[in-house]
């Protein structure tokens, strides 16, 4: 079953300012089926939240923390839930 979900992802590392939200938003449309953003944090994170099917969410997730991704990934905590909506595609902010 592929319930759709909400994934929210944190990740850590150096991942700001090298292109990792711009490759995460590529990714997330490159899957398909997700919608949501992914955004730096004061604290040199990046928030990922991406809500659609939980089988898209864990192809991402997998992606976010053993994919070719720009920067270096030190480590993703995640949360799951029930999706909320709001969101138009997947963007960056």
Known sequence: MNENV???AWVR???QGVGFRW???????RIGGL????????????????EGGRAQ???LLDWL???DTP???????????????????FEIR
């Open 65 to 67: 923390a053993t994919g």
């Open 6 to 8: 909400r994934l929210t």
């Open 23 to 29: 490759w995460t938003r590529a990714n997330a449309m």
């Open 35 to 50: 919608d949501g953003y992914a955004g730096n944090l004061a604290d040199g994170r990046v928030q990922v939240v991406a």
């Open 13 to 15: 590392g150096r991942v």
């Open 71 to 89: 920067g270096r990934v030190d480590g993703v905590t995640e949360i799951w839930g029930r999706p909320r909506g709001g969101y138009d595609g």
């Open 57 to 59: 969410c864990e192809l």
